[in-house]
């Protein structure tokens, strides 16, 4: 069957991960063509889990690939300031400064802002990194909290969604590319979790009426087969 024609969801998913690549590799290229110099499509490839895409069985949740590198440059500045609240969060709940909270509810989104507040089910204990201090400061003449705040988000999810790649030549590229101030020492694992509750956090509610449906149904269902 000739490629072009053929719309199965194997050869969807191929076309959508060649997308991928492609601006990943664009990406890279343009914010930090010396070391995206060391980088090949193979390399690229394996960071989205081989050509077959086949994964072991494992009871931990599956290695993420980097689809977030892909994303527009807007998009991906969300992502790195709503990523590092997530990070930042037991130090985020103790600001009380009222111009430091707008800002950081400005820099993530009213939606974001409140699902990170409600949320008690990621309660880990890490601190910032070093050089990143817990207080934005207002260092250069015009500054403003709002923009030392969206840096110190930026800057803290930058340094954690590098840490979401395996060592070697794509994660020395892309933290290259992404410039955070202060390197962590994070485990792969542990990084990719954050990005995970990120993503969670940032998904849409679920409507009341849709989960009482849903209870209903799964009822419904119960009854029925009683």
């Known amino acids: 069957m000739d490629e072009a024609l053929d719309l199965s969801p194997a050869r969807q998913a191929l076309r959508l991960r060649r997308a991928q690549r492609a601006r990943i590799a664009e990406r890279l290229q343009r914010s930090a063509p010396a070391a995206a110099a060391a980088l090949s499509w193979p390399a690229l490839e394996q960071a989205f889990g081989g050509t077959a895409c086949v994964r072991p069985v494992a009871t931990a949740a599956p290695a993420l690939p980097p689809v977030w590198l892909a994303l527009p440059d807007d998009a991906l500045l969300t992502l790195q300031r709503r ?49 990143l201090p ?38 020395h590229a892309a933290s290259q590319a992404l410039a955070p101030l202060a390197e962590l020492m994070m485990p792969t694992a542990h990084a990719q979790a954050l990005l995970r509750r990120a993503t969670l956090l940032a998904a849409p509610p679920v409507p009341a009426t849709a989960r009482r449906g849903e209870r209903a149904d799964t009822e419904g269902a119960g009854e029925a087969g009683a």
């Open 83 to 131: 990523v590092g609240a997530v990070f930042c969060a037991p130090a985020l709940r103790r600001w009380i400064d009222a111009p430091r909270v707008q800002a950081l509810r400005a820099a993530l989104g009213d939606g974001f802002y409140r699902a990170l507040l409600k949320d008690d089910a990621w309660q880990q204990g890490a601190a910032l990194p070093p050089g």
């Open 134 to 171: 817990d207080w934005p400061q207002q260092s250069a003449p015009g500054a403003t909290v709002v923009n030392g705040v969206a840096t110190l988000l930026r800057n803290c999810g930058a340094a954690v969604l590098a840490c979401t790649l395996p060592h070697g030549a794509l994660r």
